[in-house]
Structures are given as structure tokens and as C-alpha cells.
């Protein structure tokens, strides 16, 4: 079963940092853009930023542009996302997943369009 497989969660201070990694699972999604998303308690599930194919084009939500970085790997299969400037509205449960094309299109990931979810990893930014 293709999906991905979310890991680097845990609780930091605010203004702390981390580093996600998203490991595709059952497939290679190397010619495919992978976007990142997070889940707030209580909240609709928000699409944050998309990397493309080559990992040459990136697009970022005005909340996280500036603070979070994502970058891939295609010979591992993975995608990692650096977080850093953390604030408590960051909390949330972070996934992954892919798109059916190679561009992100110039705009913030929308739910419908990707596929291959995964668990998730939970980021709780409190002190």
C-alpha cells in the first residue's frame, strides 16, 4: 500500500526548531510534487507548503513562509521539512502527501488533489 510515513514530531519551546522527515513507502515519488499539511486541534486541516519534483520550486503559506524550509531527497524517497521560530499556533499534527503532478502550480496545497497519506507527527509548541 503506497503511502508515506511521517516522523519527527515531539514538544519544543517556542522558538525552538525541528526537522520532519517524510518518507514515501511503496512507491517512489520522484517525478511528483509532495506537499505538507497540519492538522490544529479543532481546526480544518491547513495546506502549507509544496515542494516540486526536482526540488527546485517551492511554494509556502504566508503563515510558516520565512520560518519553515522544506527540501527532498529523491534517492531516499524523502522529503524533510526544517521548522524553525516555532510558535504555539504551530501545534498541530503534521502529514504528507503527494500530488498527481510534478509542479505545484504556483499555489499552497489543497487537500483533494493529493493522495497517499500518512499517520502523521505531532508537533506541540508549548513552554
Known amino acids: 500500500q503506497p503511502q508515506f510515513v511521517e516522523s519527527g514530531g515531539g514538544l519544543v519551546q517556542p522558538g525552538g526548531s525541528l526537522r520532519l522527515s517524510c518518507a514515501a513507502s511503496?512507491?517512489?515519488?520522484?517525478?511528483?510534487?509532495i506537499g505538507w499539511f497540519r492538522q490544529a486541534p479543532g481546526k480544518e486541516r491547513e495546506g502549507i507548503l509544496c515542494?516540486?519534483?526536482?526540488?527546485?520550486?517551492?511554494v509556502y503559506a504566508d503563515s510558516v513562509k520565512g520560518r519553515f524550509t522544506v527540501s527532498r531527497d529523491n534517492a531516499k524517497n524523502t522529503v524533510y521539512l526544517q521548522m524553525n521560530s516555532l510558535k504555539p499556533e504551530d501545534t498541530a499534527v503534521y502529514y504528507c502527501?503527494?500530488?498527481?503532478?510534478?509542479?505545484?502550480?504556483?499555489?499552497?496545497?489543497?487537500?483533494?488533489?493529493?493522495?497517499?497519506w500518512g499517520q502523521g507527527t505531532r508537533v506541540t509548541v508549548s513552554s
Open positions: 502527501a503527494v500530488r498527481t503532478y510534478a509542479s505545484c502550480s504556483g499555489y499552497v496545497p489543497r487537500g483533494d488533489e493529493y493522495h497517499f
Open positions: 515542494i516540486n519534483n526536482s526540488g527546485g520550486s517551492t
Open positions: 511503496g512507491f517512489s515519488p520522484d517525478y511528483y510534487a
